[in-house]
């Protein structure tokens, strides 16, 4: 079972007056983060809103050491700052425990751009925890589609809908055989923080994906950001799991949803509450696109219940 939200522990990482919008899934996201891996972390971000809400020193929002880094380099800027605390450890240059690094990185700086060195990163096994914080979608400029977008989404350069679906970046993660990867989301604090928890544990490359609905981008009113990501996964648009050594296993509800125990609930409710994908249902083709968009889901459910069977 996971953490309850009340045993969380009190410390605070993000702090208050940043400069997020208000209900930023981002942030709330990144709070947990803080909450199962202390202060003695490095933090590394690529250009994206986080960015623009973390401020400047010496008012930083965040209570780290951050490093900003180009959009296409999380991953190697990454593996250098691990590589060299660890060097400097060796020489006795650093006393203590080692820090977490780690990068909190958009889907657009992960799913696209900053692919290339995550996948070099991860074939490499290096020593930190890839965050990507998924609002499936550019929003720092405006709302431009991503890879993580989902088909029939409007952004500013899909304005007739998405046509195509989304990547699963966390499956394509653990087929780099690394020895960590899951998914969260906010709604869900305590599985989220768990997950941080043990990737902290664990050497090597970890990857974890945070689903972090942007009332923004979705265009829904910006104190239902926890309900959204509720019906997110409720829904199975967006399931969570976590892999060990390969072995995938997942939380509810996504597990019962994947055993059969409990069906998903249609996607209809979680559709039409988001100006995203609404505002095109109104035409006669409204049926066809929401048929796609839950033929999409049922096939990465069936998909992911049949892959995690397979360990290697
Ligand atoms: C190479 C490069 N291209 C484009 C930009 C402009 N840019 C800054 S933030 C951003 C959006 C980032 O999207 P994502 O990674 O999903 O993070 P989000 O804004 O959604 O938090 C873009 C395109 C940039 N800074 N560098
Ligand atoms: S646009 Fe979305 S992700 Fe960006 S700061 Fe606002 S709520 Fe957060
Ligand atoms: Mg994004």
């Not at 009340?6 to 940043?18: R, T």
């Not at 490095?42 to 880094?69: D, E, H, Q, R």
Request: aromatic letters at 8%; one cysteine or more; glycine letters at 10%.
């Amino acid at each position: 079972m996971a953490t309850s939200i009340k045993k969380l522990p009190d410390i605070e990482q993000v702090l208050s007056g940043n400069g997020a919008c208000g209900g930023c899934p981002a942030t709330m996201g990144l709070r947990m983060v803080g909450k199962a891996l202390g202060p003695n972390a490095i933090m590394l971000l690529t250009p994206s809103c986080s960015v623009a809400s973390m401020g400047m020193t010496p008012k930083l929002g965040y209570n780290w050491p951050c490093i900003n880094i180009t959009f296409a380099s999380a991953g190697s800027s990454a593996s250098g700052i691990a590589n060299a605390v660890e060097i400097m450890k060796e020489k006795g240059r650093f006393q203590g425990e080692l820090p977490t690094v780690f990068t909190w990185v958009g889907d657009g700086g992960t799913y696209d751009i900053g692919f290339q060195a995550l996948s070099a990163a991860a074939e490499r096994n290096d020593n930190f925890i890839f965050f990507c914080y998924n609002n499936e979608a550019y929003s720092n400029t405006g709302v431009q589609r991503s890879g993580a977008t989902p088909r029939g989404t409007f952004t500013t350069t899909t304005p007739t809908g998405k046509r195509q679906p989304k990547k699963n970046m966390a499956l394509l993660m653990l087929e780099h055989h690394i020895p960590y990867v899951a998914t969260a989301t906010v709604a869900y604090p305590g599985d989220l923080y768990d997950k941080v928890l043990k990737a902290k544990s664990i050497p090597g490359m970890k990857y974890i994906e945070i689903l972090a609905p942007c009332y923004l981008g979705w265009q829904f009113d910006m104190h239902d950001t926890v309900q959204m990501s509720r019906m997110a996964v409720r829904s199975g648009a967006w399931l969570l799991w976590e892999a060990e050594n390969g072995k995938i296993s997942f939380s509810n509800p996504s597990a019962s949803i994947i055993s059969g125990k409990k069906a998903a609930e249609s996607v209809d409710d979680y559709v039409m509450k988001q100006g995203r994908f609404n505002r095109l249902l109104k035409g006669p083709d409204a049926a066809q696109r929401i048929a796609e968009i839950q033929g999409d889901i049922n096939r990465e459910i069936a998909f992911m219940r049949e892959r995690a069977k397979i360990v290697y």
